[in-house]
């Protein structure tokens, strides 16, 4: 959680000096849900993200200095500056893609999870998304689909009141985007606490444990907040102040290092941890700044296998 | 064995599957009942549920979680039953299935295929008629193919199952019983990036594909009638497309009418027009000429033979550029 932090912190702040272009989607605040998962799955198993993937892909191990250096369109980032922070891709980490399209990876999810299925690999697949998904076509395609064919996948809803501006509730016929959907799906609604990685772990231990059974997919909805706006474009100035405020005394970090100090972790281990994480973030966002410019030709090339777009253009 | 170019789809389909376990097929209806032309008769009982799998009408997921399978190691063909219906899985196919490769510098590959059956002629409205192919050329990283024969639909479907990439197997519908030939079922298949002359000719060059090659051949035939000589090319592959062929075939006529049942403006054959434009203008002794259907939605069925190029229309574009001064 605490390198999610020091990651989106840093995101932020090379934004800010121009370093990192075009737009990002933090998910400072929502931390325990990516580390709660991320923990808790097998090394070979796969995660789909969003836009707001940073936090998703970092936590399968993923470096930082890739991540940083993808934001910044960099050779070293993961996919040499081809991707950027909306397309996070990390195949020897199991991060399956970072999909920009609202719900669009949710069945894609879904057939990587049919794939493992067929290939008997035991392999759990997790889509992350958001709220404002419960609202696209693609969300109910892919449950049906993940529930009539038993797949080994688990939906994780991140619910943090928020579409892009407008708050979910006003525009969505349930309280609950996803958990009050379950029913419809023959599913067990699942609605938890997001901010308590703890509580997400054990979660993701018993959804992973049913998708390794064979006994299908889990849709989980997990209640969080978004410290920031939408993306680098958005202050989130139409939240009123009181609700961040309450969100921001939940926030996943301070409330997990109290509940370790209260189990007798002392704050000097807790300060090193601190102390070496941001040491981690500032090497890599200098090895990523030195990483040079990818060449011009990558724009044209793996259109096809066998090459670019040479034969149209 | 003699067969149609539908029962050559199911002989493709079904040697693929015995060559390759990756390779599944799923789509709504394609299962129990062998799918509404009957492409995958008999294959559900040949192969099992866990490679023939129906799906609801669901084209988002269905396009969606192939793209899934293709990019973790398995060989999906997905049927979408009538083309207009391709529509609900576009953002799928365009925005995730063509990029994935570029998107990822080449670290998730797409290797599926999208079979589906297109064009009119047969009394179905609108939806059931579209034909798509200039939407799906526009777009990067997908390939489009549409076979005209049995054979070619058996050895094209072949190479697009094996192809590293997506491709949308455009299936003509008024072909598939249209006639039969014999198909040698030999696992062989075809480029994906050729033209096919169906006949070869001085006078006039004659680009088509799918359904259109019908009326196409009629007009050869009446031409031909008159002394004039006209070679018939069928582009087969729209993406990518083979212009080499069609430029050494203009070369030697200096004439090219262009046949197409896609609305003409945009139509891919303003694509070739424009390409004989670029680099084949000193070729051409007259203007290049495009028949094409109408803009505006494919028609009820009273109307779906004006609508679609008839070998009147073709004759006449042929009869313009012919007499071009």
């Given at each position: 959680?605490?390198?999610?932090?020091g990651?989106?912190?840093?995101?932020?702040?090379?934004?800010?000096?121009?370093l990192?272009?075009?737009?990002?989607?933090?998910?400072l605040?929502?931390?325990?849900?990516a580390?709660?998962?991320?923990?808790?799955?097998?090394?070979?198993?796969?995660t789909?993200?969003?836009?707001?993937?940073?936090n998703?892909?970092?936590?399968?191990?993923?470096?930082?200095?890739?991540i940083?250096?993808?934001?910044?369109g960099r050779?070293?980032g993961?996919?040499?500056g081809?991707?950027?922070s909306?397309?996070l891709?990390?195949?020897q980490?199991?991060?399956?893609?970072?999909?920009?399209?609202?719900?669009?990876?949710?069945?894609?999810a879904?057939?990587?999870?049919?794939?493992?299925?067929?290939?008997?690999?035991?392999?759990?697949?997790?889509?992350?998304?958001?709220?404002?998904?419960?609202?696209?076509?693609?969300?109910?395609?892919?449950?049906?689909?993940?529930?009539?064919?038993?797949?080994?996948?688990?939906?994780?809803?991140?619910?943090?009141?928020?579409?892009?501006?407008t708050p979910?509730?006003?525009?969505?016929?349930?309280?609950?985007?996803?958990?009050?959907?379950?029913?419809?799906?023959?599913l067990?609604p699942?609605?938890?606490?997001?901010?308590?990685?703890?509580?997400?772990?054990?979660t993701a231990?018993?959804?992973?444990?049913?998708?390794?059974?064979?006994?299908?997919?889990?849709?989980?909805?997990?209640?969080?907040?978004?410290?920031g706006?939408?993306?680098?474009?958005?202050?989130?100035?139409?939240?009123?102040?009181?609700?961040?405020?309450?969100?921001?005394?939940?926030?996943?970090?301070?409330?997990?290092r109290?509940?370790?100090?209260?189990?007798?972790?002392?704050?000097?281990?807790?300060?090193?941890?601190?102390?070496?994480v941001?040491?981690a973030?500032?090497?890599?966002t200098e090895?990523?700044?030195?990483?040079?410019?990818?060449?011009?030709?990558?724009?044209?090339?793996?259109?096809?296998?066998?090459?670019?777009a040479?034969?149209?253009? | 064995?003699?067969?149609?170019?539908?029962?050559?789809?199911?002989?493709?389909?079904?040697?693929?599957?015995?060559?390759?376990?990756?390779?599944?097929l799923?789509?709504?209806?394609?299962?129990?009942?062998g799918?509404?032309?009957?492409?995958?008769?008999?294959?559900?009982?040949?192969?099992?549920d866990r490679?023939?799998?129906?799906?609801?009408?669901s084209e988002?997921?269905?396009?969606?979680?192939?793209i899934g399978?293709?990019?973790q190691?398995?060989?999906?063909?997905?049927?979408?039953q009538?083309?207009?219906?391709?529509y609900?899985?576009l953002d799928?196919?365009?925005s995730?299935?063509?990029r994935?490769?570029?998107?990822?510098?080449?670290r998730?590959?797409?290797?599926?295929?999208i079979?589906?059956p297109?064009?009119?002629?047969?009394?179905a409205?609108?939806?059931?008629?579209?034909s798509?192919?200039?939407?799906?050329?526009?777009?990067?990283?997908i390939?489009v193919?549409i076979?005209?024969?049995?054979?070619?639909?058996?050895?094209?479907?072949?190479?697009?199952?094996q192809?590293?990439?997506?491709?949308?197997?455009?299936?003509?519908?008024?072909?598939y019983r249209?006639?039969?030939?014999?198909?040698n079922?030999?696992?062989?298949?075809?480029?994906?990036?050729?033209?096919?002359?169906?006949?070869?000719?001085?006078?006039?060059t004659l680009?088509?594909w799918?359904?259109c090659v019908?009326?196409?051949?009629?007009?050869a035939?009446?031409?031909?009638?008159?002394?004039?000589?006209?070679?018939i090319?069928?582009v087969?592959?729209?993406?990518?497309?083979?212009?080499?062929?069609?430029f050494?075939?203009?070369?030697?006529?200096g004439?090219?009418?262009?046949?197409?049942?896609?609305?003409l403006?945009a139509?891919?054959g303003?694509?070739?027009?424009?390409?004989?434009?670029d680099?084949?203008?000193?070729?051409?002794?007259?203007?290049?000429?495009?028949v094409?259907?109408?803009?505006?939605?494919y028609?009820?069925?009273?109307?779906?033979?004006?609508?679609?190029p008839?070998?009147?229309?073709?004759?006449?574009?042929?009869?313009?550029v012919?007499d071009?001064?």
């Amino acid at each position: 959680m605490l390198e999610c932090r020091g990651l989106e912190k840093r995101a932020y702040d090379l934004f800010m000096q121009n370093l990192v272009k075009g737009t990002s989607h933090l998910g400072l605040g929502q931390e325990a849900v990516a580390a709660g998962f991320g923990t808790a799955m097998r090394p070979d198993d796969y995660t789909f993200c969003t836009y707001r993937g940073h936090n998703h892909t970092l936590v399968r191990g993923v470096p930082m200095t890739a991540i940083l250096g993808e934001l910044m369109g960099r050779a070293c980032g993961l996919l040499r500056g081809k991707g950027g922070s909306m397309h996070l891709t990390s195949i020897q980490h199991g991060v399956m893609g970072s999909y920009a399209i609202v719900g669009a990876h949710l069945p894609i999810a879904a057939g990587a999870a049919l794939s493992a299925q067929y290939r008997k690999t035991q392999q759990v697949t997790t889509a992350f998304f958001g709220d404002g998904t419960t609202n696209i076509g693609a969300f109910h395609e892919a449950l049906n689909l993940a529930v009539v064919w038993k797949l080994p996948v688990v939906f994780v809803c991140e619910n943090n009141l928020y579409m892009e501006y407008t708050p979910i509730e006003q525009v969505t016929a349930v309280k609950n985007p996803a958990a009050d959907r379950a029913a419809a799906y023959g599913l067990k609604p699942i609605l938890i606490d997001g901010n308590d990685v703890d509580v997400v772990y054990e979660t993701a231990l018993a959804a992973y444990e049913k998708a390794r059974s064979g006994d299908g997919p889990s849709l989980i909805e997990a209640q969080t907040y978004r410290h920031g706006g939408h993306s680098r474009a958005d202050p989130g100035k139409y939240r009123p102040s009181e609700e961040v405020e309450a969100w921001l005394a939940r926030d996943p970090i301070t409330n997990y290092r109290a509940r370790l100090e209260k189990l007798g972790i002392d704050g000097e281990t807790l300060g090193r941890i601190e102390a070496d994480v941001q040491a981690a973030v500032d090497l890599a966002t200098e090895t990523a700044k030195e990483s040079p410019k990818p060449p011009l030709e990558i724009a044209g090339i793996d259109v096809w296998a066998d090459g670019g777009a040479e034969w149209r253009n | 064995m003699s067969v149609t170019l539908v029962q050559a789809v199911t002989m493709a389909l079904a040697r693929a599957m015995e060559q390759d376990d990756r390779v599944l097929l799923l789509g709504q209806d394609i299962g129990v009942n062998g799918g509404v032309f009957r492409a995958t008769d008999g294959l559900f009982k040949k192969f099992g549920d866990r490679r023939v799998l129906d799906t609801p009408i669901s084209e988002s997921a269905i396009i969606g979680s192939s793209i899934g399978m293709a990019a973790q190691g398995l060989r999906p063909v997905a049927e979408i039953q009538f083309m207009g219906f391709l529509y609900a899985g576009l953002d799928q196919l365009l925005s995730h299935a063509g990029r994935l490769r570029s998107r990822t510098r080449g670290r998730l590959s797409c290797p599926m295929v999208i079979r589906t059956p297109f064009g009119g002629g047969i009394r179905a409205p609108e939806h059931h008629a579209d034909s798509l192919e200039s939407i799906l050329a526009h777009s990067p990283g997908i390939r489009v193919v549409i076979p005209s024969s049995p054979s070619r639909a058996y050895g094209l479907l072949l190479s697009a199952i094996q192809d590293p990439d997506p491709v949308v197997f455009m299936e003509p519908i008024r072909l598939y019983r249209g006639s039969k030939e014999p198909v040698n079922d030999d696992g062989g298949g075809l480029p994906l990036d050729t033209c096919f002359v169906l006949r070869e000719g001085r006078d006039v060059t004659l680009v088509t594909w799918g359904n259109c090659v019908i009326e196409v051949s009629e007009a050869a035939d009446q031409l031909e009638e008159e002394g004039i000589s006209a070679e018939i090319i069928d582009v087969a592959s729209i993406s990518r497309l083979d212009m080499d062929t069609i430029f050494g075939s203009v070369e030697r006529t200096g004439r090219c009418v262009i046949v197409h049942e896609a609305a003409l403006t945009a139509g891919f054959g303003a694509e070739i027009a424009a390409r004989l434009a670029d680099e084949g203008l000193l070729s051409l002794r007259a203007p290049v000429k495009r028949v094409g259907g109408f803009d505006t939605a494919y028609p009820l069925y009273r109307l779906e033979n004006h609508y679609l190029p008839t070998t009147h229309r073709i004759l006449e574009a042929c009869r313009a550029v012919l007499d071009f001064e």
